[in-house]
Nanobody, 127 residues
Framework: QVQLVESGGRLVQAGGSLTVSCAAS????????MGWFRQAPGKEREFVAG?????????RYVDSVKGRFTISRDNAKNTVYLRMNSLKPEDTAVYYC???????????????????WGQGTQVTVSS
């Protein structure tokens, strides 16, 4: 079991930037493909961004955040980040970190491919 702890969520104005982090337990973090999902009130959880195992050479984004969000990983710190620029009110949601214990050279983009989830961090974008 991998424990994931998100942090960094807060209230930010539209057009602003924010980085949320996810710290993972375990000594095999480098093997895990990692992802970020979000869930807004009254909506289903949706994929936001994914990054492959190891060096993270493969990334994937939902269309609505392409060019604005960047996912990255620091294997020495067992941490994955989501840098969010040009934030919009529609980005308001609880952001969840996810990990898969099956190594992958490509980023994963569906919730069923991940088997470990964090508790989430709230990001609120005011207009």
């Amino acid at each position: 079991q991998v424990q994931l702890v998100e942090s960094g969520g807060r209230l930010v104005q539209a057009g602003g930037s924010l980085t949320v982090s996810c710290a993972a337990s375990g000594r095999t973090f480098i093997r895990y493909p990692m992802g970020w999902f979000r869930q807004a009130p009254g909506k289903e959880r949706e994929f936001v961004a994914g990054i492959s195992s190891a060096s993270g050479g493969s990334t994937r984004y939902v269309d609505s955040v392409k060019g604005r969000f960047t996912i990255s990983r620091d294997n020495a710190k067992n941490t994955v980040y989501l840098r969010m620029n040009s934030l919009k009110p529609e980005d308001t949601a609880v952001y969840y970190c996810a990990a898969s214990r099956v190594a992958s050279a490509v980023a994963l983009s569906t919730s069923r491919e991940y088997d470990n989830w964090g508790q989430g961090t709230q990001v609120t974008v005011s207009s």
